[in-house]
């Protein structure tokens, strides 16, 4: 079973920015789709970021389009969330998670449905 491990996040200003990082140990990897979900005590859980198996295809939710990049580190076996220009409705607890099927899933939207394997979680709080 996989284990997924986020960190990086923390106490930032409005405007400023930060990387997260997910590190997989476990089989899936490569040839899975996977994505960056947060949630917070003000809102309902939200599908932020996912990058489909190939490495290619992306996908980003509107209020964050422009502003984070996803991407990852095959060889580090390692997923990445830049962002920058950050603002107070980004604050939430961010989760790492890899899609249950192999070669599926981040295909022009973000279901939560499809994945699977959360991590612990890293705390994003972005003060105004």
């Known amino acids: 079973e996989e284990q997924l491990v986020e960190s990086g996040g923390g106490l930032v200003q409005v405007g400023g920015s930060l990387r997260l990082s997910c590190t997989v140990s476990?089989?899936?990897?490569?040839?899975?789709?996977m994505g960056w979900i947060r949630q917070s005590t003000t809102k309902e859980r939200e599908g932020v970021s996912c990058?489909?198996?190939?490495?290619?295809?992306?996908y980003y939710r509107d209020s964050v389009k422009g502003r984070f990049t996803i991407s990852r580190a095959s060889a580090k076996n390692t997923l990445y969330l830049q962002m920058t220009n950050l603002k107070p409705e980004d604050t939430a607890t961010y989760f790492c998670?890899?899609?249950?099927?192999?070669?599926?899933?981040?295909?022009?939207?973000?279901?939560?449905?499809?994945?699977?394997?959360w991590g612990q979680g890293t705390q994003v709080t972005v003060s105004s």
């Open positions: 998670v890899i899609a249950k099927r192999l070669h599926s899933a981040c295909v022009g939207e973000f279901r939560p449905e499809d994945y699977d394997s």
């Open positions: 476990g089989s899936r990897f490569g040839d899975y789709s």
């Open positions: 990058l489909r198996w190939n490495g290619i295809n992306t």
